[in-house]
Every structure is written in structure tokens, then in C-alpha cells.
């Protein structure tokens, strides 16, 4: 990514995870090593709540002289006129495949002019495996292929547990936590016993032992 690289989110259809998308490509910007500048344009404020929670905590997601600029926006009509839009390289816009949502984001896609097509890539989010969902990425295509502009990235499926809570502010970055170097030491897994040779129609139990605890897993030879 270029130093002075623009990014916006925005959309004419709320609550597809702008805030929580942005959030996320802060977090593997610095990941990576590179300072992001936060603009938070939404009038809800998620982006830089998020913000000041982090640095509450003493981690920094925020730098005001960054190479790369992320800005959140409002998911209201009219937003593709905005300042950050017309300057942007890089317009993403996420969207859930559902009727209603395509709806919208397509006919919000058809309303910019082509110059500004070109720089819109479309995130699938909360993605489930479902005959609604596939039809629905299937006729984005579709539209894409037409206007010979604008692409569609491959998304990210729907896991509640993991990224609503990132919004709540972290002591440390999301995608670098959990790395094997920052993992405290564990006693590794070892097998206790030896396999013993059965005919494949019976299961075969395997004593397992981590650390102090001894325990049994059953496994069938197919």
C-alpha cells in the first residue's frame, strides 16, 4: 500500500459492519507494522469509541501523521458525495447478501460515476452457506462483470463470538495476539500409551497425557 493511501467505508445501507471492517483493516495495518490514521466520519462514533478504549488501555491504534488513512462513514443516502469519497483509492463497501441489502448496495453502486466504480471493492460479511447468500453473491457478479468495473472481495463468514467484542477495546492487536512467540509455555501433547493394532470395524482408545492430566480419545480406523 502507498504511503497516502485513502480508505473509505461507506454504503447506502447501514449495519452491514463498516465500523467493525475498518476496525479490523486498522488492526492488520499495525499488524504489519504500519501506522494508520482513524477518521471516523459516522456520526455514531464506533470507530474512534473504539479508539480512545484501546488507548484507555494503553495500546495505540490512532496516529494523526500516518502513510495510510481509514475513514468510517455514515451509512446514509447521499454518502457517496461526501469529501472522503471523491478522494479515496480504495472505496470499500460491505454488505450483507440478502435481498434487501443488494437492493441498495447495487443501486447505490449504478448511482456513482465509472471513475468512482472502479475504486469500489465490495466485502461480503457475515457469510453463511445458504442458497439466498450464494444466489445473492452470484448476481453482484453479475452487475460487476456488466459495468466492467468494481470487484468483490471473498469476504468473511459470520462468527458473533469473535468480532462484535473487538469493538469494545483491546490492550493489544488483534491479529498479533496468540502468535506461538507471545503463547505462554504449555507442556506439550504426548501420547501415554502405545497404539495397539485392532481390526478396523473396532475403535481404538488412545490414553493422552497434558501435563498432570491424563485423559482418552477414541478413534475409528476407516
Known amino acids: 500500500m502507498k504511503d497516502g493511501a485513502l480508505i473509505v467505508f461507506t454504503g447506502d445501507k447501514g449495519g452491514v459492519g463498516k465500523s467493525t471492517l475498518a476496525v479490523l483493516l486498522t488492526e492488520w495495518f499495525l499488524s504489519q507494522g504500519k501506522h494508520v490514521r482513524l477518521v471516523d466520519a459516522d456520526p455514531n462514533q464506533t470507530s474512534k469509541t473504539w479508539s480512545e478504549k484501546c488507548e484507555a488501555l494503553g495500546y495505540k491504534v490512532n496516529v494523526p501523521e500516518a502513510p495510510v488513512t481509514i475513514v468510517d462513514t455514515a451509512g446514509t443516502s447521499g454518502s457517496s458525495l461526501n469529501q472522503y469519497i471523491r478522494r479515496a483509492d480504495i472505496i470499500v463497501v460491505p454488505f450483507q447478501p440478502h435481498v434487501a441489502d443488494l437492493e441498495t448496495v447495487v443501486g447505490w453502486f449504478l448511482s456513482i460515476n465509472a471513475e468512482l466504480q472502479r475504486r469500489v471493492v465490495f466485502v461480503p460479511n457475515r457469510l453463511a452457506n445458504t442458497k439466498e447468500q450464494r444466489d445473492g453473491l452470484q448476481e453482484l457478479r453479475k452487475v460487476l462483470q456488466e459495468e466492467g468495473r468494481g470487484r468483490m472481495a471473498p469476504g468473511l463468514s459470520n462468527r458473533p463470538a469473535i468480532y462484535p467484542p473487538l ?55 476407516t
Do not use: C, M, V
Open 167 to 221: 469493538l469494545n477495546g483491546r490492550k493489544d492487536n488483534f491479529f498479533t495476539r496468540g502468535r506461538a512467540g507471545d503463547r505462554p509455555h504449555r507442556p506439550p501433547l504426548r501420547r501415554s500409551g502405545r497404539w495397539k493394532k485392532r481390526p478396523p470395524e473396532q475403535a481404538r482408545i488412545i490414553p493422552l497425557q497434558y501435563g498432570t492430566i491424563r485423559f482418552y480419545t477414541i478413534r475409528y480406523k
